[in-house]
Nanobody, 120 residues
Framework: VLLVESGGGLVQPGGSLRLSCAASGFAFSNYAMGWARQVPGEGQEWVSGIYSDGSTYYADFAKDRFTISRDIGKSTLYLQMNSLKPEDTAVYYC???????????????WGQGTQVTVSS
């Protein structure tokens, strides 16, 4: 299993970024996928998830600003982030698990992360 994130960077407050996660080595359509983030010195924080049936879920802070999606043909997961705030600054990780997850600790596979910095 390999998950490779991309798309992070520096953006001004109010700006947008789209993160991508290229997946390989497993049946992408059969897995639940998710995004989590982490600030140095703090634990991982779940951001959003999309299950194998296509249903999507968001943390409260992500609702109305972030959109998770997937392209099954490309085995790629996305996170569109709009109206970014300085408090969204973190390393964002892509994750996968074959069963339905109920928390960030339920994911079995993780990418290396991509840094998102929101600053003027």
């Amino acid at each position: 299993v390999l998950l490779v994130e991309s798309g992070g960077g520096l953006v001004q407050p109010g700006g947008s970024l789209r993160l991508s996660c290229a997946a390989s080595g497993f049946a992408f359509s059969n897995y639940a996928m998710g995004w989590a983030r982490q600030v140095p010195g703090e634990g991982q924080e779940w951001v959003s998830g999309i299950y194998s049936d296509g249903s999507t879920y968001y943390a409260d802070f992500a609702k109305d600003r972030f959109t998770i999606s997937r392209d099954i043909g490309k085995s790629t997961l996305y996170l569109q982030m709009n109206s970014l705030k300085p408090e969204d600054t973190a390393v964002y990780y892509c994750a996968a698990v074959q069963k339905r997850p109920y928390g960030v600790d339920d994911y079995d596979y993780w990418g290396q992360g991509t840094q998102v910095t929101v600053s003027s």
